[in-house]
């Protein structure tokens, strides 16, 4: 059997990804889990986090804000709202969303903004992780 | 007759319009495009997901997620009216406009009430004249149409519905048929309709969280999904509209501004003539 999978990270404005990848891990609402060649087919709503792949043994990083994952056969699609290779984060505009989003968060306004500053901040610290660790 | 200079004039204005109206068409074919390879690289996203959704629902009842089935006794429908942000467009505005206020007056006649959401300038000045109640949003422009515009909308939508404002939702927006012709369409946002699975059996899988949490995490997703799709062939259908219009207006200038030739050639001719006549008839008399 072919030891490869083919990885599509699919966004609606672009195809972000579509690869042979050796293994994918991707973040899962109830945590990270890892795919390899012939793993069952599945289906998994994903959260706020980084995606990790490997291509000829090379770790490679991107950043995948919610979605789903389908694992079928050798196929793993992801259907994120946003995504990014670490290569093409926007550091900068990362390091601004989440210092807009602390002053947020430190104003305590009300409760529905504080929600959506956390989610804010948790997606630009992640992506600024992404980008520092690739 | 109009004097020589007055014909001059418009033969000038003329041209200067025909220019406009050439560039305008350029730019809209270079935007049409655009929104052309948008919609192409939409299609495997919306593909895929509809699968999902086929897969999901053929696991379980209707009733089980409160954006599926019908409600009984509806009191309230939103119209969700999706058009450009500019005009100089042919009848492509007007046509989506119409449309949505003959939907709106059928869902009144049934007795329910109807508000209206925008996306895109045109329709909501449209609305706003016509003085039906209008949903409040934090921006209704399409430029640029990016999938938040959707997303804004299918939340405020969701969120109605929800909470029980709205008992229906629907979309109007332009159907790209093809380059030449574009119609206004109707389509049912909420509560979805049901999505056959065609006999297909869904093969066994696993779900992580269950299926049913998960269709829940995904049913609001798929009607942003549906409203973008609807925008972007609303964008595509805009564009493919103005250049038709702008097509038109360039032949126009072109037979208006033969016509004022002809004018002009006609009137420089009997000037002359009056002129030759006059020389002619004194170089007569002074013979005499």
């Known amino acids: 059997m072919d030891k490869t999978l083919q990885l599509d990270i699919v966004t609606p404005d672009k195809l972000v990804l579509s690869e042979r990848v050796e293994y994918v891990s991707v973040c899962g609402v109830e945590g990270y889990f890892g795919v390899l060649p012939g793993h069952v087919p599945m289906l998994a709503s994903l959260d706020v986090g980084k995606l990790v792949y490997t291509v000829n043994g090379k770790r490679q990083k991107a950043f995948v804000s919610g979605g789903v994952a389908d694992v079928a056969g050798d196929k793993v699609i992801i259907l994120a709202e946003s995504a990014e290779l670490a290569d093409n984060i926007d550091l900068a505009r990362a390091m601004a969303a989440k210092r807009r989003a602390e002053e947020r968060l430190a104003s305590q306004a009300d409760k529905v903004n504080m929600e959506r500053a956390r989610i804010a901040l948790r997606r630009a610290m992640t992506r600024v992780q992404a980008h520092d660790e690739r | ?288």
């Open chain 2, 1 to 288: 007759m109009a004097s020589l200079k007055n014909v001059r004039t418009k033969i000038i204005g003329v041209k200067k319009t025909k220019q406009i109206t050439k560039a305008m068409n350029m730019v809209a074919s270079a935007k049409l495009r655009g929104a052309q390879s948008r919609m192409e690289r939409f299609r495997p996203y919306s593909c895929k997901f509809q699968e999902m959704i086929l897969d999901l629902s053929g696991k379980m009842e209707d009733s089980v997620h409160p954006l599926l089935g019908e409600r009984e006794n509806p009191r309230s429908c939103g119209i969700i009216l999706a058009t450009s942000d500019r005009g100089l467009c042919g009848g492509f505005n007007t046509a989506l406009i119409s449309a949505a206020l003959k939907l709106a007056g059928e869902k009144e006649a049934e007795g329910l009430r109807v508000r209206f959401y925008h996306a895109g300038r045109k329709g909501r000045d449209a609305i706003k004249k016509s003085g039906k109640p209008q949903g409040e949003l934090e921006r209704f422009t399409l430029d640029p149409l990016d999938f938040q515009v959707a997303g804004n909308l299918g939340k405020a939508v969701v969120e109605e519905y929800l909470s029980g404002d709205l008992d229906q939702v629907y979309l109007v927006h332009g159907e790209f048929v093809s380059l030449s012709r574009q119609k206004p369409a109707v389509r049912t946002i909420l509560p979805l309709p049901a999505v056959d699975a065609g006999g297909k059996e869904p093969g066994e899988r696993l779900y992580e969280p269950d299926p049913a949490s998960l269709l829940a995490s995904i049913l609001p997703h798929h009607i942003k999904v549906l409203i973008y799709q609807g925008l972007l062939e609303t964008s595509a259908g805009e564009h493919a509209a103005r250049m038709a219009a702008m097509d038109n207006a360039t032949r126009n200038c072109d037979e208006i501004s033969a016509a004022l030739n002809l004018l002009y050639n006609k009137t420089r001719q009997s000037a002359i003539t009056t002129d030759l006549i006059d020389i002619v008839s004194g170089a007569e008399a002074l013979k005499g």
